[in-house]
Every structure is written in structure tokens, then in C-alpha cells.
């Protein structure tokens, strides 16, 4: 919301709203006027450069990648996720895969012990979940190398 400013924001329907009254609720990040400005411009972004659409056909674009990589990979087990919010459920814990990726130039997380968890910006484009796909590619033939 703030692009990078910590600010937090409250949403809720007329109903909802009703039942606050001033000092129900407070946010650490609450009504700061440099974050507040940031996250207007933000928002001006997200809603002119419509990143929405972008992020749901670069999300189908890095689904699709990441399916065809998990069928040439019998390591993988599934892939599920909403837009670019993407995961990969391995066979057997990959905590190490991380610091492997990290190094060849990938940023990405393990939840669940076996769930590699890719967060990229709305603004990714074709070129760069293309190299993403390379790296995690290379990681999966260098672990399994070392496995042999």
C-alpha cells in the first residue's frame, strides 16, 4: 500500500464502521503524512497502469512455466497459486534449495517445509520469470546431481 512506507489502512462496510468509535482502533502506521502520500501515488499506479490485469496474465504466464517445469521434475509434487502468488510443494523438505537460489540470483522462501513460495512484484515481466524458471531449473539438476 505504501510502495515500500510502512502505513496501515482499515476497510469495512457502513455496518462495520458503525460500531467503531475514536479510539477503538489505532495503527502504528496510521495517518503518517509522508506514507500517506506514497500511497496514494501507489494506488494512483495500480489503478492507471492497471498492474491488476498485468499481474493475472504474468500470473497465468509463471502458472504455466512453473507446470511445465514441475512435469520434468518428479521432485515436485504440485503447483497451486492465485495471480503471481505462487507455490511448489516438493517431495522432501527444501530449506536448502533457498540459499542455492539465493546465490544464483533468486529470492525465494520455503513454507511448510517443502513449499517453495514465489512473491514477485506485480511489475515482473515475461523475460524475468523466464530467468527464474532457468535458475530453479539449474538448482533442481545441481541437487540432483549432488543426490547421485
Given at each position: 500500500l505504501?510502495?515500500?512506507?510502512?502505513?496501515?489502512?482499515?476497510?469495512?462496510?457502513?455496518e462495520v464502521s458503525s460500531t467503531f468509535r475514536p479510539g477503538d482502533h489505532g495503527s502504528t502506521f496510521g495517518g503518517n503524512p509522508v506514507a500517506c502520500v506514497a500511497a496514494?501515488?501507489?494506488?494512483?499506479?495500480?489503478?492507471?497502469?492497471?498492474?491488476?490485469a498485468q499481474?493475472?496474465?504474468?500470473?497465468?504466464?509463471?502458472?504455466?512455466?512453473?507446470?511445465?517445469?514441475?512435469?520434468?521434475?518428479g521432485i515436485v509434487r504440485e503447483v497451486r497459486g492465485v495471480g503471481l502468488m505462487q507455490g511448489m510443494e516438493l517431495e522432501t523438505p527444501c530449506r536448502h534449495l533457498v540459499?542455492?537460489?539465493?546465490?544464483?540470483?533468486?529470492l525465494v522462501n520455503v513454507t511448510a517445509e517443502r513449499v517453495l513460495r514465489f512473491l514477485p512484484p506485480l511489475?515482473?515481466?515475461?523475460?524475468?520469470?523466464?530467468?527464474?524458471?532457468?535458475?530453479?531449473?539449474?538448482?533442481?539438476?545441481?541437487?540432483?546431481?549432488?543426490?547421485?
Amino acid at each position: 500500500l505504501g510502495a515500500g512506507l510502512p502505513i496501515g489502512a482499515v476497510v469495512a462496510n457502513r455496518e462495520v464502521s458503525s460500531t467503531f468509535r475514536p479510539g477503538d482502533h489505532g495503527s502504528t502506521f496510521g495517518g503518517n503524512p509522508v506514507a500517506c502520500v506514497a500511497a496514494l501515488a501507489a494506488l494512483n499506479v495500480l489503478l492507471t497502469e492497471d498492474l491488476s490485469a498485468q499481474a493475472r496474465v504474468m500470473g497465468d504466464y509463471f502458472s504455466g512455466r512453473l507446470q511445465s517445469l514441475a512435469r520434468n521434475w518428479g521432485i515436485v509434487r504440485e503447483v497451486r497459486g492465485v495471480g503471481l502468488m505462487q507455490g511448489m510443494e516438493l517431495e522432501t523438505p527444501c530449506r536448502h534449495l533457498v540459499d542455492e537460489c539465493r546465490h544464483r540470483g533468486l529470492l525465494v522462501n520455503v513454507t511448510a517445509e517443502r513449499v517453495l513460495r514465489f512473491l514477485p512484484p506485480l511489475v515482473v515481466g515475461q523475460g524475468e520469470i523466464d530467468r527464474a524458471i532457468s535458475i530453479l531449473e539449474g538448482v533442481f539438476l545441481a541437487v540432483s546431481r549432488e543426490a547421485s
